[in-house]
Every structure is written in C-alpha cells, then in structure tokens.
C-alpha cells in the first residue's frame, strides 16, 4: 500500500472513538495529516480528557499504522484535547431535550455537595421547571436517600426499538443514580473507566425528555470523572460548594481552576458557602462562625465568581436528608429561605451566563 494523505485517512477511519461510537476521521478528530517517505505525522483531537483514554487512542492508530505499513514507518502523534467550542455540530447531540445542565462539585468530601444539588433540583422542581438530576458521585451515591427511593429500581421503556433506562420520581424530580442498581452496603469498586463508562450510560442510555434542567452531582475532588463528563455532556455552567475553613477553601479553589480550564471552559455560576454559622434554637438572634467567617464569600471575591449565598449549619437540613425530604421544600423555614435565596441567585446568574436565558424569563422564583 502507498504511503500518503489518503491512504493512512481510510485507515484511520476504522478507527471508533469510544464515547460517540463513531470512526476518528468522520468526526473530524484526525487533523493535520502529513505522510510520506516513511514518515507520519498528524494531530489527534481527544473528546475524552482522560490520560488513559487519549492513550488508548494514540496506540490505536499507531498499531493499524504499524499493521498496514510496517513497524519502520516513524510515527509522530500531536495529542490535543478539543475544546466544546472546536467541536463539530455531530460531536454535540448528548441530552438535546435537555436546556440546562448544570454541575454540582466540590474540591473535597463532606462539605455538603450533594445536599445543595438535591436542594436545588427540588427547589426548582417546587417552582414549576422539569427537573432531571444525575448523581454522579459513583462511590458514594446519596441521592436514593435524600429523595427517600431508595428502595426503587428504574423500569425500561422501548423507544424505536432501543431500551432506555426510565428515572425514578420523586418530589417532582426525576433521579438516576447508580445506588439503584448496587445494594446499599455493597462498596463500588471501580477503576476510572469503568465508573466514567457508567456515569455516560446514565446520560445516553436513559429516557430523560424535555427538561429545564439536569443537575448533575459529581463526587468530590478533580478526576476521570469529572474529565469524562465535561467532555461527553455540554455543561451549561458549575456551582462549587465549600465551607468556610481554609483547607475546604483552598480544594474550592482547585474544583473552580479545573473548569476554567482551556480545555474545559464551564462558566462557574457561582460559590455555595455550606456551614456557614450556627444559630442556636433559644438563641435565634445569634450566629457563631464555627468554621471561620465569610471564607467562601471571600474567595468568590477574589477568584472574580458570583456567591451564590450562604446556609447555615442546621440540624433540619441534616434531618430532611436522612428522611428523604430536602429541606427547601419546608415551609417558611431558615433552612429553606436559605436555600431559596440561593436559588434565585443561581437563576440569576444562568440568564447572564447561559445563550437559554429567554426561556427562562417567563417564570420567576
């Protein structure tokens, strides 16, 4: 076979990019080709931020190379992460029904994360909007107990011939985590492939419909998953929750540095102060900084973010959870006028940011 332009092209093009299941030429991930005189040359555009995925993409291509023209052919691979902005329209058909999806992160455990996104998804579902939420936090699923579904299993439904994993409801929100389909003192343990793959399929494999909003939960830290989902879904926007000590705060910081990445780039709709001061019941007029004062205000400040609000440290909000009721669905209470406020605030902030804001403006919080 004659080693030139076209030629390595058609072999590229058996190649099948994992996450799309579509070949690398015809998704335009093969860019630059130069060949000839025994030499290859040519960028390969990853979808996947992932170390181990654009691995396994680069060693694909070398071995159909080596395969067709002989181990003595040199080849050069330029790897580049493509961006949601260099993508072609084809690469961008993930959740169409979907207006906004929005992720919920933090730089470390036990800050209150998941409490805020299963605040938000049911405050927003009280309001009016269609509400999905993906618990994506792999290892430590929380969403069937907040939501009080822990003993339900998704059903399936056949649409045009394919079976789609069918949310469960509850509280107006529909909910899929991956605690459905593990007992609930089972550990998960997966390595990042297996659990990114498993966090897609929530997304692909499943009948959401039209929504107004996905809230996604995303386990603590920066990792694989959190490179796998921005990459395979078109984030709206981000909300970073911490508490106001120092160690939380430099973590927030990181969660926040992460999707302003070149690569990445999700507007950060704003920072969570979670704990924020305690307000005993005999003593309503008072609040104690357990954890230090205005950390994450402060931080928001300086990083140049919106601040969303604050919530108190409140032993309601840890008793809605447990019983499967979030706490902004009370009434009148501090806990839900909290997460109210924050609510409205993150409105606010997605009309700014997000190119969907006149659908929005119709409907008030």
Not at 143 to 171: C, W
Not at 217 to 242: N, R
Not at 304 to 320: A, C, D, T
Request: hydrophobic share 45%; charged share 20%; aromatic share 6%.
């Amino acid at each position: 076979m004659e080693l030139n332009n076209k030629t390595v092209i058609e072999i590229l093009g058996n190649i099948m990019e994992p996450e799309m299941k579509k070949d690398i030429v015809s998704l335009e991930l093969v860019r630059d080709m130069q060949a000839g005189d025994g030499n290859i040359s040519f960028t390969l555009c990853a979808l996947n931020p992932a170390m181990h995925a654009r691995k396994r993409m680069e060693d694909a291509c070398r071995f159909a190379i080596e395969r067709n023209f002989g181990r003595e052919v040199k080849v050069h691979i330029d790897s580049k992460i493509l961006s949601k902005d260099d993508r072609a329209p084809e690469q961008r058909k993930v959740l169409p029904g979907v207006k906004h999806i929005i992720a919920v992160a933090s730089g470390k455990g036990g800050v209150g994360k998941s409490t805020v996104a299963a605040n938000l998804a049911a405050g927003l579902a009280k309001e009016g909007y269609s509400v999905g939420l993906v618990d994506a936090d792999i290892y430590g699923p929380s969403m069937p107990i907040m939501f009080d579904v822990a003993q339900e299993k998704p059903r399936t439904r056949d649409v045009d011939g394919k079976n789609y994993i069918l949310p469960v409801e509850s509280h107006g929100v529909k909910i899929l985590s991956i605690g459905f389909f593990a007992d609930t003192s089972q550990a998960i343990v997966w390595r990042g492939p297996m659990a990114s793959k498993a966090l897609t399929q929530m997304f692909t494999d499943a009948w959401w419909g039209p929504l107004d909003f996905m809230i996604v939960d995303l386990p603590p830290g920066t990792g694989d998953i959190h490179l796998s989902l921005v990459q395979a879904v078109p984030l709206t926007g981000a909300i970073v929750v911490s508490t106001p000590q120092n160690i939380a705060l430099a973590d927030a910081q990181k969660a926040v540095s992460m999707f302003q990445m070149d690569a990445i780039n999700v507007p950060i709709l704003g920072i969570v102060e979670n704990m924020a001061y305690f307000t005993p019941a005999e003593l309503p007029n008072n609040k104690y900084y357990i954890f230090g004062e205005a950390g994450a205000r402060d931080l928001a400040e300086t990083l140049k973010v919106p601040f969303l609000g604050e919530l108190p440290l409140i032993q309601s909000i840890r008793e809605s959870g447990d019983a499967g009721r979030p706490a902004v669905l009370q009434e009148q209470t501090l806990s839900s006028r909290a997460f109210q406020e924050i609510i409205r605030n993150f409105v606010s902030e997605l009309q700014k940011h997000s190119a969907h804001a006149n659908s929005l403006k119709d409907k008030s919080i």
